[in-house]
């Protein structure tokens, strides 16, 4: 089993690097069932894209993205520093996404086998 560790720190609708992540993880789990475990820690700006509601006028939907993600059990959080900056704690966020800490991304650094940046 892989360990395979998601740092995200794009804004989600700015530009594709957001998206670029996503569609990889869905093809890592699409094409490596029960041979990857993935965790997906969103920093900065991508912190809004964890938030439920979304409805963007065209193109991708990165909570519909986020939330197949989980349910095929990928985990997902949210930097609470970032979200306590952007006064969205509090906000209801999408199906399965949690709110995180910088020490638990720490522990998940040290676990993964591999650690990719966007």
Same mark, same amino acid.
């Not at 989600?12 to 993880?25: I, K, M, T, V, W």
């Not at 193109?59 to 095929?72: D, N, S, V």
């Not at 990928?74 to 609470?80: D, G, M, R």
């Not at 709110?99 to 991304?105: K, V, Y």
């Given at each position: 089993?892989?360990?395979?560790?998601?740092?995200?720190?794009?804004?989600?609708?700015?530009?594709?690097?957001?998206?670029? @992540?996503?569609?990889?993880? !869905? /093809?890592?789990?699409?094409?490596?069932?029960? &041979?990857?475990?993935?965790? #997906?820690? *969103?920093?900065?700006?991508?912190?809004?894209?964890?938030?439920?509601?979304?409805?963007? @006028?065209?193109?991708?939907? !990165? /909570?519909?993205?986020?939330?197949?993600?989980? &349910?095929?059990?990928?985990? #997902?959080? *949210?930097?609470?520093?970032?979200?306590?900056?952007?006064?969205?704690?509090?906000?209801?966020?999408?199906?399965?996404?949690?709110?995180?800490?910088?020490?638990?991304?720490?522990?998940?650094?040290?676990?993964?086998?591999?650690?990719?940046?966007?």
């Amino acid at each position: 089993m892989q360990n395979i560790l998601f740092i995200i720190h794009s804004s989600p609708y700015g530009d594709e690097h957001f998206f670029s @992540a996503l569609r990889l993880a !869905l /093809q890592l789990q699409e094409q490596h069932k029960s &041979a990857v475990n993935l965790k #997906i820690f *969103l920093m900065s700006d991508a912190v809004t894209g964890g938030l439920a509601k979304q409805n963007p @006028a065209e193109g991708y939907h !990165l /909570q519909q993205m986020l939330e197949i993600l989980t &349910a095929q059990g990928a985990t #997902i959080k *949210l930097c609470k520093t970032c979200t306590n900056a952007r006064g969205i704690t509090e906000l209801p966020l999408a199906d399965g996404v949690e709110i995180g800490t910088l020490a638990e991304l720490a522990d998940w650094t040290m676990e993964a086998d591999k650690v990719l940046n966007f």
